[in-house]
């Protein structure tokens, strides 16, 4: 077992990039789930039992982290040095925002399902494109500070089309 504090990718010995084999991912979630069942250590005592209990708990949040495409685009963009901070930093380039504010009077004026789900194959569809994006300038080992910067802000966006397109399925 590594470290408790290793970053996720090298808990799960895989390179720290956006594009992973989600298979690869799985299996590798297994064996360190199978390594560290706390059932494993029951003879040795309650500590060793809560340590294990803590790898547990470690390797599963690692795993949720990187099995999710947007969520392991905003934890590269951490451990690239451009943290995504959603909360104090909202700024969205102007024709996201005019293109965030048609998509909102399209939902509001939509009166069938089929007009809903056209709405949500475009969000889907910019999803998918800002998540390439995304992929493509974290995987540029040798990218400038800004492309990561870039990756960051795409990731803003990122989640507010998630949580967009989480509202159009709920209407549906």
Not at 128 to 136: D, I, K, S, T
Request: charged share 25%; aromatic share 8%.
């Amino acid at each position: 077992m590594s470290n408790l504090a290793d970053n996720d990718f090298v808990l799960f010995g895989l390179v720290e990039k956006f594009a992973q084999d989600a298979s690869n991912l799985d299996a590798k979630w297994k064996a360190l789930q199978r390594e560290a069942h706390p059932d494993k250590f029951a003879a040795q005592g309650a500590t060793a039992q809560r340590l294990a209990m803590q790898w547990s708990v470690r390797i599963n949040e690692a795993y949720q982290r990187l099995k999710d495409p947007l969520k392991r685009a905003a934890y590269l963009c951490e451990l690239r040095g451009a943290p995504i901070n959603a909360e104090n930093n909202t700024a969205m380039p102007a024709a996201f925002l005019m293109q965030q504010i048609e998509w909102r009077e399209a939902a509001d004026d939509a009166t069938s399902d089929g007009q809903i789900e056209t709405l949500l194959a475009e969000v889907s569809a910019q999803k998918q494109n800002l998540l390439a994006q995304c992929g493509r300038a974290l995987d540029n080992e040798n990218a400038p500070q800004a492309t990561y910067d870039k990756a960051s802000s795409l990731v803003r966006s990122l989640m507010f089309l998630d949580k967009f397109e989480s509202e159009l399925e709920d209407r549906l």
